[in-house]
């Protein structure tokens, strides 16, 4: 152990957190989030291969070699867990059921899907400014909702988005949950998902927060157009802030324009960053309802102190 770390740079350290997060990523999705080139990405990756720092694989495809798909190593998870204080948080991703599972799972293709629309906004970022300040994945994504709705397990209507985001950019910031589709989803089901976002819209209004913009992206913009009109016509929709776009994000770049719900004929497109200007809160005014009822609860509950010499006025009142 004291001898590999002896030869890890800070970026192999962070290439190594990055790929133990989020369980898979490319060789495209490395390079793109740490190295100037590819192919200093690609000798780098095979030095960390080889100290056990990192695994890969290449999935089977039926024509053309698919790239490497790097998993945590070994070493690499005795590394962070040294790091964590926690010598068994990283175990469980490193045995060979899991990762056997992982390489041959359905859903590969969409977790690297999934990962390449915050991998480039983080390459854009590095090229162009802005910044990719948060990148949740899905379990982080699900914690944090318990956090903020004080839910102690994530209730059973709450959805599992693929990922959430803040992007920022000339001093603003825009948090957003992605959905990211491959087009394996019947329109019903992916409609269907609105259901669970609007519980969790609700338990986030009660908790006096607001509920980010739910990011429907897409591989093509026949999709994205089909998918934005069955969206829109949701008895969930107008509950929600809903936006889609059309976007391969190794070409195209998600912080640039998006689209709101179409609910009219021609329908909006705004850039990723204004979408909060351009969707408002619709559970404003609950939230400020239930904010004005939560203070007069505590200045009863104050006044009564008050009176009563400091007895609480929630025990009292069962």
Wanted: net charge neutral; aromatic share 8%; hydrophobic share 40%.
């Amino acid at each position: 152990m004291l001898a590999v770390s002896a030869h890890l740079t800070d970026r192999d350290r962070e290439l190594t957190r990055l790929v133990g997060r989020h369980r898979v990523l490319t060789t495209d999705q490395l390079a793109a989030l740490r190295f100037s080139n590819l192919t200093t990405a690609r000798h780098r990756l095979s030095v960390l291969v080889r100290l056990g720092v990192l695994r890969r694989f290449r999935p089977h495809r039926e024509t053309g070699s698919a790239p490497w798909h790097y998993l945590l190593g070994p070493v690499g998870a005795a590394l962070l867990g040294q790091e964590d204080r926690d010598e068994r948080k990283w175990a469980p991703q490193v045995r060979a059921d899991r990762q056997l599972a992982l390489e041959r799972s359905q859903r590969l293709g969409h977790i690297t899907g999934a990962s390449w629309f915050f991998v480039s906004l983080a390459r854009h970022a590095r090229e162009h400014g802005g910044e990719l300040a948060e990148w949740l994945n899905e379990a982080e994504t699900v914690t944090s909702f318990n956090h903020s709705t004080g839910w102690a397990d994530l209730h059973s209507r709450f959805p599992h988005p693929d990922g959430a985001g803040t992007w920022a950019q000339d001093g603003r910031q825009v948090r957003f949950l992605l959905e990211h589709d491959t087009g394996s989803e019947n329109l019903p089901a992916l409609t269907g998902k609105l259901d669970g976002y609007q519980a969790l819209a609700s338990a986030l209004a009660w908790n006096d927060q607001v509920c980010p913009v739910v990011l429907f992206c897409f591989a093509s913009p026949r999709r994205e157009q089909t998918a934005r009109r069955a969206l829109a016509a949701t008895r969930e929709a107008p509950a929600l802030r809903i936006a889609t776009a059309a976007i391969d994000p190794r070409t195209t770049c998600p912080a640039g324009p998006v689209w709101l719900p179409l609910l009219t004929r021609t329908g909006i497109q705004v850039p990723l960053i204004d979408l909060d200007d351009a969707i408002p809160d619709p559970w404003l005014a609950y939230r400020q309802d239930q904010a004005r009822k939560r203070r007069e609860i505590a200045e009863r509950e104050r006044m009564y102190r008050d009176d009563q010499g400091g007895e609480d006025w929630g025990t009292a009142h069962g």
